[in-house]
């Protein structure tokens, strides 16, 4: 069983920051990458950022030179650092984690159960 649990959400002005955490647990043999999805209703679920084991990163352009991501990889957690805040940025924010639960399976992905994040102007 694994779980990942999401946790820094908030509301926030327009120009703020907010850091979001994700630690994932459970039976893990590896985690490939990991990384930060926003969804909001009526729209389909789209990437933020993600990161590879090795530290590769990928953004959004509506992101990028605003969000940082990172992770603790002895910790098996991710972190999403979101400065300059816009209210489009305003979503459920899911973490997700492209992991193996044993050496011999083929990775799949796990999602956590999302973080709401409201910026207001």
């Known amino acids: 069983q694994v779980q990942l649990v999401e946790s820094g959400g908030g509301l926030v002005q327009a120009g703020g920051s907010l850091r979001l955490s994700c630690a994932a647990s459970?039976?893990?043999?590896?985690?490939?990458?990991m990384g930060w999805y926003r969804q909001v209703p009526g729209k389909q679920r789209e990437l933020v950022a993600a990161?590879?084991?090795?530290?590769?990163?990928n953004y959004a352009d509506s992101v990028k030179d605003r969000f940082t991501i990172s992770r603790d990889n002895a910790k098996n957690t991710v972190y999403l650092q979101m400065n300059s805040l816009k209210p489009e940025d305003t979503a459920v924010y899911y973490c997700?984690?492209?992991?193996?639960?044993?050496?011999?399976?083929?990775?799949?992905?796990?999602w956590g159960q999302g973080t709401q994040v409201t910026v207001s102007s």
């Open positions: 990161i590879t084991s090795g530290g590769s990163t």
């Open positions: 459970g039976s893990i043999f590896s985690i490939n990458v």
């Open positions: 997700n984690a492209d992991l193996r639960t044993v050496w011999y399976t083929s990775p799949s992905d796990y």
